[in-house]
Nanobody, 119 residues
């Protein structure tokens, strides 16, 4: 299993970024995918989850209260990629963002991508 995040960077408050996580080594479409983040001196926290694609063609999503209405998680099974669209960014969103999947009861993580929100 390999997860590779990209898309982080420095952005001003109120700005937007889209993170990507390219997955390989497992059957991507059947697994829920998650985005976590970890700010300096804080524990890693769950930001968003997307289920495997349902019969309606869309994955079910869940968000931390702190990002509801601002972040959107999505997936493209043809590209084995999960995304995190982040709008209206705040300084408190500054963190390293990680992609996560649990396969055969084992969690896998990417290397993370740094997001810094600052003027």
């Amino acid at each position: 299993v390999q997860l590779v995040e990209s898309g982080g960077g420095l952005v001003q408050p109120g700005g937007s970024l889209r993170l990507s996580c390219a997955a390989s080594g497992f059957t991507f479409s059947i697994y829920p995918m998650r985005w976590f983040r970890q700010a300096p001196g804080k524990e890693r926290e769950l930001v968003a989850t997307i289920s495997s694609i349902s019969s309606t063609g869309a994955g079910n999503t869940n968000y931390a209260d702190s990002v509801k209405g601002r972040f959107t998680i999505s997936r493209d099974n043809a590209k084995n990629t999960v995304y995190l669209q982040m709008n209206s960014l705040k300084p408190e969103d500054t963190a390293v963002y990680y992609c996560n999947v649990v396969v055969s009861l084992r969690p896998y993580w990417g290397q993370g991508t740094q997001v810094t929100v600052s003027s």
